[in-house]
């Protein structure tokens, strides 16, 4: 079964940290990966999009990372503010014009 | 550019009656729609998804005659949930997709409240 797990459910950081959100998919033959954020009561913003050949992606001060091996990937943000408060979601899609399937999310909170 | 809308964001209707919303892909064209379902707390639930021109392909465990989906325009699809009830309150998403890289581009979502 496809299955995509993100760890921790919540963090909480203070202002100006450097932060990485883990995401973990069980079948590694995915086609793409997508970071997501959510704020409340509020429709999703596509972050990133990794496809299957790269090993990272590159926006402002994010980063994300992929790693099909282990099945892993990371979103990486730099020097966080209060403004990056929200739920990051990942999912995985395995093939081209594919469903997404998502991870619970991380409710991440930036204390100034 | 690839911006999504939804109409209503908001509707609260009485048990029973029926309501539609609409996801509308602003500048681009969506060969792909997808309806999802978030209750609270929790990640987005897949219900369908719908080609342009083509019957919709539901989830397991949803009813087709119960959330109707109409796709047809490649920048136009609906969702009328039919009969509702109190248990259909939830935050309804819709995303629309372009060919290649295929990704997908999430509208603002639809509160609905069934009383």
């Known amino acids: 079964k496809q299955e995509v797990t993100q760890i921790p459910a919540a963090l909480s950081v203070p202002e100006g940290e450097n932060l990485v959100l883990n995401c973990s998919f069980t079948?590694?033959?995915?086609?793409?990966l997508q970071w997501f954020r959510q704020d409340p009561g509020k429709g999703l913003t596509s972050l990133l999009l990794?496809?299957?050949?790269?090993r990272e992606q590159t926006s402002g001060r994010l980063n994300a990372s992929l790693d099909k091996s282990s099945g892993r990937s990371t979103l990486y943000i730099a020097a966080s503010q209060p403004g990056d408060s929200a739920t990051y979601l990942c999912?995985?899609?395995?093939?081209?014009?594919?469903?997404?399937?998502f991870g619970q999310g991380t409710e991440l909170s930036v204390k100034p | 550019g690839a911006v999504v809308s939804q109409h209503p964001s908001r509707v609260i209707c009485k048990s029973g009656t029926s309501v539609k919303i609409e996801c509308r892909s602003l500048?681009?064209?969506?060969?792909?729609m997808f309806w999802y379902r978030q209750f609270p707390k929790q990640s987005l639930m897949l219900m369908a998804t719908?080609?342009?021109?083509?019957?919709?392909?539901?989830e397991q465990g949803v009813e087709k005659d119960k959330f109707l989906i109409n796709h047809a325009s490649l920048t136009l699809s609906t969702l009328t949930v039919t009969s509702a009830h109190p248990e259909d309150s939830s935050f309804y998403i819709c995303?629309?997709?372009?060919?290649?890289?295929?990704?997908?581009?999430f509208g603002p979502g639809t509160r609905l409240t069934v009383t």
């Open positions: 500048d681009f064209q969506a060969t792909t």
């Open positions: 995303s629309a997709q372009e060919g290649g890289p295929y990704e997908q581009y």
């Open positions: 079948d590694s033959a995915i086609y793409n």
């Open positions: 990794i496809q299957s050949s790269q």
């Open positions: 999912a995985s899609r395995y093939n081209q014009g594919g469903k997404l399937i």
């Open positions: 719908s080609n342009e021109g083509s019957k919709a392909t539901y």
